[in-house]
């Protein structure tokens, strides 16, 4: 793409409500922040080769070069609590306010006060201002600083960052609120993975982890679980498998929380449960990553060396730090479980033994999060209702067929993230499970529109409600596959 140079400043209008700003102007500025707000979260998820990030470039690049393109340079401003285009204060529409809040929090929590964006933008430039904010620690002064040298360094010289700029009696305002529930869900799952990440590059050093702070988040999706189990479950339409040993890991310790409180677990046991979920697959960190990732089938060699992953994850968490956080429940959770309800998985025992709680759980929700998710073998992953129709089948052999029962319970018959056709020809999502457990057919949807731009949320609407005659207003035809459908579940979770 041609970059077309600037010379001028952005046109500055004294900042003044929003009220006059033209509805375009408006409409294109509210845009933009949700495109941010989106690109800033998939940021944090994938890398910037990540295809699957693709997407959400493209359609923030076209939210900043259409405005560019209408205003000439484009400063995008904080003062106080509220967003400046241009001078101009940018109402947010209702659907925009979490994009506008979680804007508002990351720029001010790492001290940017505005972007400008002096001229066209093109991809590399977008990804790498995207990933160096994101980069940038919380609370640093120099930030806009350090975000403006990285940018040169990229020879990326339009656009151009300023510090935020504290205006007096705003410090204690500043302060954050209680954010919502699904604030604190999205926070601690994204903040997981991270840490899974980092526990992995420790171990792979061979430095000792550090598990504390994997604790304190099992403790905080506990707590979650015990509230509102449905905010995590729906983190768990994010599938990613260029990082699918922590996003994976994360997503079967939620499944795993879920089970447990169904099973009347103490918050300790909880607790516990959450971290043999995370580590579950720990001692696949000293497997080689082509080994991993190998697209065609794997030598006995190396499947023999995948084997093996049970018994090093042991011997890994026996070596952590903390050792004291560690107890034999979950040490033998860890080595459990692959081993299946016949003993017809790994590691092969010379005496038979009884399968341990823990790993007869994780034995089912890894199954189920594993074939749920496109992998470099098998790109097109079963919907979630064809996943637990494998698994129905294998009931007896592999898995403890009770604990299959609980779990095909919590995932409904309609588990969350699931794509489904109503009878009213719309197309939905499964968001929430209905308020009354008795409805399971019945779900919370989240209607998806497919207008010229792409999918769009729409509506929330509860299956459960009925018309004037008493007559369901919307009824489940049937599951999609959102495959077939270039629907991205996980987009409407975030
Ligand atoms: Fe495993
Ligand atoms: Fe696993």
Known sequence: MDIIQFTTQPKRVNPKSGDGMDP??????????????????????????????????????????TLVQREGPLSLKVIRNDFFLNGQRLRYSVEGFTSFKYLLTQWKKKLIGEVIFNSLVDEGMLKH???????????????ANLFNEALARNRILTIVVNPLEIVEGEEE???????????????????????IKEVITQIKGRQRADIRKLKRLAQKAVHLVIEDESILLGMTTIKNYDEYTFNHSV???????????????SKKTLTELGITALFHDIGKSKIPIDVLNKPASLSDDEWGMMKKHPLMGVEIV????????????MVIGIFDHHLKNDFSGYPKLFRKKEISL?????????????????????????????ALAIMLKERTVHFDPILLKIFIGLVGIYPIGSLVLLNTHEMGIVYKPSHDPRWLDRPIVLLVDRGKEGEAKKEVVDLTETDGMGR???????????????????????
């Open 24 to 65: 375009v102007l408006s409409k294109w500025g509210n845009n933009l922040v949700t495109k941010f707000h989106v690109l800033m979260r998939i940021s944090q998820i994938y890398d910037s080769k990540n295809v699957a990030i693709q997407q959400f470039v493209q359609e923030c690049l076209e939210a900043i070069n």
């Open 129 to 143: 201002f995207i990933y160096t904010l994101m980069e940038l620690e919380e609370g640093r002064q120099e930030n």
């Open 173 to 195: 305002s500043f302060t954050f609120q209680k954010e919502d529930q699904r604030e604190v869900g999205k926070k601690v799952f994204f903040e997981t993975i991270g840490t």
């Open 251 to 265: 997503n079967v310790s939620i499944y795993s929380l879920a089970m447990g409180k169904r099973l009347g677990f």
């Open 318 to 329: 026996l070596n952590l730090k903390q050792l004291g956080e560690i107890n034999p429940r």
């Open 358 to 386: 823990f790993g007869r759980i994780i034995q089912i929700v890894d199954s189920y999060d594993a074939m749920t998710t496109p992998r470099i073998y098998k790109k097109v992953p079963y919907t979630p209702e064809q």
């Open 472 to 494: 369901y207003k919307r009824s489940i035809v049937k599951t999609l596959d959102p495959f077939k459908y270039h629907i991205d579940i996980a987009k409407y979770f975030l």
